[in-house]
């Protein structure tokens, strides 16, 4: 008897989850990137139980067809790349071909697109196996609702931390990700209260101000540099005002926001 075996698709798509899928943040932040790419400039974020239950993410962006939505939802399915070169030139946020099933493998999931606002499709994910399409009255954009996340994962489940723990891992991902990208507009709603309604900011203070007030944002000092083909920009605490609490520490390149240990701790 061989000792090798191949994996059932169901065991690979749950395998892949786990490197894309950590936490219900990491859900958000797919989705809410996959908005980005899409030009979206109005963003919902809607989460029932730290996202532990629902996790719903709908755009204005360009949407798709119903072909493209099946498509979507197939491993390596992706509008990013066609060959290995590509993946050396990608402008967008990133090669994402393993998202969506990712987390379709893991929860039930719902696509509602329509790249035209005139009609248009609705797909169905229970557990990684797609349930087929239909027809869905929807306007041009997308609509991704995620629920039960690793309710078919006991093991993954279990690791989950508490709702409120959770939610905050969430806020803080929207945050980063409104203050990287000041001309959208993102509203985040927690168990039916508004957490977030951000309107499109003319510029990073005023962004800041948004967020964490006026009055904070005005003390911060305006920081400029360029250095070859790097330029820098951006807001920083004075010294006598910084804590030693690195939440409110973001980095963004090119409009994707970061995490760099060492910058942090600089």
């Known amino acids: 008897m061989p000792l090798i075996s191949v ?8 395998i892949a989850a786990g490197e894309v899928v950590e936490r219900p943040a990491s ?15 109005s963003i ?3 989460v029932e139980d730290g996202g532990r239950r629902l996790i719903r993410v709908s755009d204005d962006g ?12 197939a491993r390596h399915g992706t509008s ?5 070169a590509d993946l050396a030139s990608i402008a967008s946020f990133g090669f994402r071909g393993e998202a969506l099933p990712a987390i379709a493998s893991v929860s039930e999931l719902e696509l509602e697109t329509s790249d035209t606002g005139a009609g248009g499709t609705r797909v169905e994910v229970r557990g990684g196996t797609m349930l087929g399409a239909a027809d869905a009255a929807r306007r041009q954009g997308t609509t991704v609702t995620v629920r039960n996340l690793f309710s078919n994962v006991p093991a ?23 203050v990287s990208r000041r001309d959208i507009r993102l509203i985040a ?31 911060l000092v305006e920081v400029e540099d360029l250095t070859g083909p790097i330029h820098t920009t951006g807001l920083v605490e004075r010294p006598s005002d910084v804590g030693t609490a690195s ?13 760099d240990a060492g910058l942090v701790r600089a």
């Open 247 to 259: 939440r409110r520490v973001i980095i963004s390149l090119n409009g994707r926001v970061i995490r």
């Open 27 to 41: 859900v958000v932040k797919e989705l809410v990137e996959n908005a980005l790419d899409a030009g979206a400039k």
């Open 7 to 14: 994996l059932p698709p169901a065991v690979a798509d749950q």
């Open 156 to 178: 993954r489940l279990k690791f989950m931390k508490s709702a409120r723990s959770e939610w905050r891992s969430i806020s803080e991902t929207l945050t980063s990700i409104a």
């Open 189 to 219: 709603t927690h168990d039916g209260r508004k957490a977030l309604d951000i309107a499109p900011s003319p510029t990073l203070r005023a962004r800041l101000g948004e967020i964490w007030s006026s009055a904070y944002a005005a003390k």
């Open 62 to 73: 360009s949407g798709m067809g119903r072909e493209d939505a099946s498509l979507a939802l």
């Open 80 to 84: 990013k790349i066609r060959a290995a």
């Open 44 to 46: 919902e974020v809607t």
